[in-house]
């Protein structure tokens, strides 16, 4: 196959290595439909190599000091801001966010993250204290296995690896078989910058099998996964029988609360925004915007003109603001998510099915209108640029309808009274709202309730998901 990326080696005790299978993955890229990689297809028996070799390196690193390792992990992010052009090209190919996006997005954020953990693991006091007669101290947990997705592939793989690299663990990651191009790119840094043999080790493959076996693997003292909720309650349940730690970060269908005396046109442009940011393909997107009922049309004309801005088209052209899906699946799914809207009875302001582009996972901006809490596009994560608009009595009914949901990992709220605001967001059983369009912030806790998860990443938060805290008696 001309031009197709050889990526068919696992990375394992520092040496790219044959897998132990003979099975391979094909990378499509999702603008052109072409295959433009191939990946191993690993094993268990990869996987147990990988633990072998994880939890050889531990000793040695949890043994340095934080400011030892925090050097390390510098240098990967000295690499990285050098390359961070080249970087946001492959993802973009790798998994189709428009490459003027993807820069700040997908290598901008994760540079940033590893960045501070770095200086993390330099500053933290591991020894937090004391209680009485105790001495706190913090640990780290030891062997992590990650398994991580493909609509943040970078990021998620850093918010996981990096925060327990700091920390003293040694790391065994699949990353996502749909977008792997930019994780192997990272472990090549990685190597160059000289991280330990074992400290990171990578095995690509599918969840069933690779997957099952990092959560199942008695070495691994605990698995960081980061995917649908379905998939990550069968981690849960792989990983108890060997009672290690889980940490979940799983679906979401957040409420943008806009309340009645917010300003209308703000509102609604940051949460057209919100919702369709990387082709909607984003955990925390907000979905379901909630507004007073008697402004539902006005509302709906709004958030019509603002989506109609999102071109749709090749990631690499510099006017793009939505790039294609992840893949056919994805394709299919969001497509039949609008048909559902259509036959529940949801009004389609704007219809993203028919894009005009022949080729690759194209979905245009979609915009349904008096969407009730019962529909399915109310109710489930579609993942794709599909924003349901869902009008409310009174502020009570508005904070009912956000929390009507099985998920609860982000929300927002509007209103020109601040106070009133944070009120609300009090209200919101979520793990993160957003105030007024407040801005994104790498430091803070991410995480949610209910069935968004357990667990928190980012910060100081996320390094500590990664810490055992032991008492030590005097």
Same mark, same amino acid.
């Given at each position: ?6 990526? *068919? @080696? ?30 191993? &297809?690993?094993?268990? #028996? ?13 000793? !040695? ?10 050097? +390390? ?15 946001? &090209? ?27 953990? /770095? ?8 020894? /937090? ?25 970078? +990021? #998620? ?12 663990? *040694? ?7 749909? /977008? ?32 099952? /076996?990092?959560?199942? +693997? ?34 979401? @269908? ?26 909607? #393909? *984003?955990?925390?997107?907000? *979905?379901?915007?909630?507004?007073? !009922?008697?402004?539902?049309? &006005? ?18 052209? !510099? ?10 699946? #994805?394709? @299919? ?83 020109? =009274? ?24 790498? =430091? ?6 209910? +069935? ?23």
């Amino acid at each position: 196959m001309n031009n197709v990326l050889d990526r *068919t @080696k696992i990375y394992i005790g520092g040496k790219w290595v044959d897998s132990d299978g003979t099975g391979r993955i094909d990378v499509i890229a999702p603008a052109t439909e072409d295959v433009i990689a191939v990946v191993a &297809e690993g094993t268990a #028996q990869d996987v147990d190599r990988a633990v072998r070799a994880a939890r050889a390196a531990f000793p !040695a690193w949890s043994a340095l000091s934080g400011a030892e390792r925090g050097a +390390h992990l510098g240098k990967v992010a000295a690499l990285m801001a050098e390359r961070i052009d080249e970087l946001a &090209e492959l993802v973009s190919r790798d998994m189709g966010m428009p490459v003027s996006l993807a820069k700040p997005v997908q290598i901008g954020m994760p540079l940033k993250n590893i960045t501070r953990y /770095a200086e993390l693991a330099a500053t933290y006091d591991f020894d /937090a204290g004391e209680v009485g007669n105790a001495l706190i101290v913090r640990e780290p947990i030891g062997v992590v296995g990650a398994i991580t997705p493909w609509n943040y592939p970078l +990021h #998620q793989v850093v918010l996981k690896v990096f925060a327990a690299l700091a920390g003293g663990c *040694t790391v065994v990651l699949k990353p996502t078989e749909v /977008a792997p191009l930019i994780t192997y790119a990272l472990v090549d840094l990685c190597h160059e910058a000289g991280l330990p043999p074992g400290v990171f080790n990578l095995v690509s493959g599918y969840g069933p099998v690779v997957g099952e /076996a990092i959560a199942a +693997h008695p070495d691994v003292d605990m698995v960081s996964f980061t995917g649908s909720t379905r998939a990550g309650k069968r981690v849960a349940v792989v990983a108890a029988e060997t009672v290690k730690k889980v940490a979940l970060e799983l679906g979401g @269908k957040s409420a943008n609360v806009i309340l009645d005396d917010a300003d209308l046109t703000r509102a609604v442009t940051d949460g057209v925004a919100q919702c369709f940011l990387n082709s909607g #393909q *984003t955990c925390s997107a907000l *979905t379901r915007m909630l507004v007073p !009922a008697e402004r539902m049309n &006005e509302v709906a004309a709004l958030a019509e003109q603002v989506a109609r801005a999102y071109t749709v088209g090749d990631p690499t052209a !510099a006017g793009t603001r939505l790039g294609p899906l992840v893949n056919a699946n #994805q394709f @299919k799914r969001v497509r039949s998510y609008i048909d559902k809207g259509i036959e529940e009875g949801a009004e389609l302001v704007l219809d993203g099915r028919e894009t005009g582009l022949g080729t690759g996972y194209f979905v245009g901006p979609t915009v349904f209108a008096n969407v009730t809490e019962d529909m399915t596009i109310a109710r489930e994560e579609i993942f794709g640029p599909v924003l349901s608009i869902i009008g409310y009595r009174d502020e009570d009914d508005a904070v009912r309808i956000a929390n009507d949901s099985v998920y609860g990992l982000s929300g927002g709220v509007w209103s020109a =009274d601040r106070a009133r605001a944070e009120r609300v967001a009090r209200q919101m059983r979520t793990g993160q709202v957003y105030i007024n369009g407040g801005a994104f912030n790498t =430091d803070a806790p991410f995480g949610g309730y209910k +069935h968004s998860g357990v667990g928190r990443e980012a910060g100081v938060f996320g390094l500590e998901e990664f810490l055992e805290v032991k008492a030590l008696l005097r």
